[in-house]
T-cell receptor, first 112, second 114 residues
Framework: DAKTTQPPSMDCAEGRAANLPCNHSTISGNEYVYWYRQIHSQGPQYIIHGLKNNETNEMASLIITEDRKSSTLILPHATLRDTAVYYCIVRVAGSNDYKLSFGAGTTVTVRA | DGGITQSPKYLFRKEGQNVTLSCEQNLNHDAMYWYRQDPGQGLRLIYYSQIVNDFQKGDIAEGYSVSREKKESFPLTVTSAQKNPTAFYLC?????????????FGDGTRLSIL
């Protein structure tokens, strides 16, 4: 069963913020939310992860709703290099849930 | 820069031939992983290693072999027993196997059959 639901695609204007939603309505209390992206013909790149608090790093911000049933990845100033497939996954970190499994993700196209 | 280096980027295998994909990391991570990525099928785990001199089969280990003689290296051999080896192979590592910290990936090796 799919643990997360993401829109299949979205466009974003260069220089604007890109807000990528992810629904994980069946998330359990010990599951973390992780975001990766994959540019064509490259390996997946880790972006950010969190449990329940909002998180920010040099790449992006992660906003998790209070009920933890959904989250939003924010790329504050999208560039053409941010064009990629973005994957939202949930996993029980620190346990036997070590196998990463990406769904279809969201194909983000940043336009000049 | 710290990271994971996979080589070669492209590899071609002849029938009946074994080929070895290299994966090196300088992140001082204990755990390393090999995944296979096929179009429309996402990632599938081939082998993983929690620590040097240890490795375990993943979901699709048949036709593959690995070794972990050094902490920084986790080579994958695709043997002739693997009947459908054409795929994008990804190596990943994490600080520890059981950790909240993420797995980080190399840039992959694309294997094709001649």
């Amino acid at each position: 069963d799919a643990k997360t639901t993401q829109p299949p695609s979205m466009d974003c204007a260069e220089g604007r913020a890109a807000n990528l939603p992810c629904n994980h309505s069946t998330i359990s209390g010990n599951e973390y939310v992780y975001w990766y992206r994959q540019i064509h013909s490259q390996g997946p790149q880790y972006i950010i992860h969190g449990l329940k608090n909002n998180e920010t790093n040099e790449m992006a911000s992660l906003i998790i709703t209070e009920d933890r049933k959904s989250s939003t990845l924010i790329l504050p100033h999208a560039t053409l290099r941010d064009t990629a497939v973005y994957y939202c996954i949930v996993r029980v970190a620190g346990s036997n849930d070590y196998k990463l499994s990406f769904g279809a993700g969201t194909t983000v196209t940043v336009r000049a | 820069d710290g990271g994971i280096t996979q080589s070669p980027k492209y590899l071609f295998r002849k029938e009946g031939q074994n080929v070895t994909l290299s994966c090196e990391q300088n992140l001082n991570h204990d755990a390393m992983y090999w995944y296979r990525q096929d179009p429309g099928q996402g990632l599938r785990l081939i082998y993983y290693s929690q620590i040097v001199n240890d490795f375990q089969k993943g979901d699709i280990a048949e036709g593959y072999s690995v070794s972990r003689e050094k902490k920084e290296s986790f080579p994958l051999t695709v043997t002739s027993a693997q009947k459908n080896p054409t795929a994008f192979y990804l190596c990943a590592s994490s600080i520890r196997h059981y950790s909240t910290q993420p797995q980080h990936f190399g840039d992959g090796t694309r294997l094709s059959i001649l």
